[in-house]
T-cell receptor, first 118, second 113 residues
Framework: NAGVMQNPRHLVRRRGQEARLRCSPM?????VYWYRQLPEEGLKFMVY????????ESGMPKERFSAEFPKEGPSILRIQQVVRGDSAAYFC????????????????FGQGTRLTVV | AQSVTQLDSQVPVFEEAPVELRCNYS??????LFWYVQYPNQGLQLLLK??????LVKGINGFEAEFNKSQTSFHLRKPSVHISDTAEYFC???????????FGAGTRLAVHP
């Protein structure tokens, strides 16, 4: 059973370009979480998605950032018109269940995509 | 709102010495607590978690943590560290009814020979 797969591992974009980060959850997982890790900081929650639904996007910047998790295919985190401040590591995690009663199934993390904006 | 404070940004220690990485949380409701480890250029790996029951939780790689409700702490300990334990360690709490983790800023453990 492959783990959470993120690609690309490294992404370089010029200011103003678009960045698309992909996350394929573990087999059987239908819940995806995106986190951002800025240099020398912890991970900050961005968005929580289920298949075809955004459940919680309270950590997403209001502009330029969007996320989707279609019925088929990976989850995509899209950053339009990137700026230098978007340079960070973006991590995806997946889990099969939700709810306090199901917390024995923890979220599994991918290896991240390191975005560098030049 | 919940927050997590990791009191030490860096902890240097010699090999085979004991180590404690400190974590305090703030919450007005019951919490679920986690420690993750991140090796260089890698994702996060779960070390251990506290959901309920015994306050002393044992995890992988010889780590353990103790949940202290009165002090709102969840410190991570290991009696004897190895060079391979050099990594960044993150304490986290669950917020809400799903796996939305709130992370501390991390503690960088550096084990020296």
């Amino acid at each position: 059973n492959a783990g959470v797969m993120q690609n690309p591992r490294h992404l370089v974009r010029r200011r103003g370009q678009e960045a698309r980060l992909r996350c394929s959850p573990m087999k059987g997982h239908s819940h995806v979480y995106w986190y951002r890790q800025l240099p020398e900081e912890g991970l900050k929650f961005m968005v929580y998605l289920q298949k075809e639904n955004i459940i919680d996007e309270s950590g997403m910047p209001k502009e330029r950032f969007s996320a989707e998790f279609p019925k088929e295919g990976p989850s995509i985190l899209r950053i339009q018109q990137v700026v230098r401040g978007d340079s960070a590591a973006y991590f995806c995690a997946s889990s099969p269940n939700v709810g306090v009663s199901n917390l024995n199934t923890e979220a599994f993390f991918g290896q991240g995509t390191r975005l560098t904006v030049v | 709102a919940q927050s997590v404070t990791q009191l030490d940004s860096q902890v240097p220690v010699f090999e085979e010495a004991p180590v404690e990485l400190r974590c305090n949380y703030s919450s007005s409701v019951s919490v679920y607590l986690f420690w993750y480890v991140q090796y260089p250029n890698q994702g996060l790996q779960l070390l251990l978690k506290y959901l309920s029951g015994s306050t002393l939780v044992k995890g992988i790689n010889g780590f353990e943590a103790e949940f202290n409700k009165s002090q709102t702490s969840f410190h991570l300990r290991k009696p004897s560290v190895h060079i391979s334990d050099t990594a960044e360690y993150f304490c986290a709490v669950i917020r809400g009814g799903y796996n939305k983790l709130i992370f501390g800023a991390g503690t960088r453990l550096a084990v020296h020979p």
